[in-house]
């Protein structure tokens, strides 16, 4: 079955970093893009970063431009997330989804915290 395992989150303080990653099993990774997402508590949940199949093409979420960096290794059926300059506001559960080929995102992992705080 489709598995998505996000690790790497933790506490950091204001203008640190942190490198999320998200292994992926039970599917053939390499045909899919994939999607980190974020939920900041009494928000919506917001997409912060889509990379293609290829990895190729990459898009991001106004909020992070420039800031966060997505990325895929097929060899190791792993999508990462490098979070630098973070702030407070970014403090928030991520997750990574993969992508249908109809665009929507129908497969998530359980979630990893990121708290910005001093």
């Known amino acids: 079955q489709v598995q998505l395992v996000e690790s790497g989150g933790g506490l950091v303080q204001p203008g640190g970093s942190l490198r999320l990653s998200c292994v992926a099993s039970?599917?053939?990774?390499?045909?899919?893009?994939m999607s980190w997402y974020r939920q900041a508590p009494g928000k919506e949940r917001e997409l912060v970063a889509t990379?293609?199949?290829?990895?190729?093409?990459?898009n991001y979420a106004d909020s992070v431009k420039g800031r966060f960096t997505i990325s895929r290794d097929a060899s190791k059926n792993t999508v990462n997330l490098q979070l630098n300059s973070l702030q407070p506001e970014d403090t928030a559960v991520y997750y990574c989804?993969?992508?249908?080929?109809?665009?929507?995102?129908?497969?998530w992992g359980q979630g990893t915290q990121v708290t910005v705080s001093s």
């Open positions: 039970g599917f053939t990774f390499r045909l899919f893009t």
């Open positions: 990379i293609s199949r290829g990895g190729g093409t990459t």
């Open positions: 989804a993969r992508v249908d080929w109809g665009g929507r995102s129908d497969y």
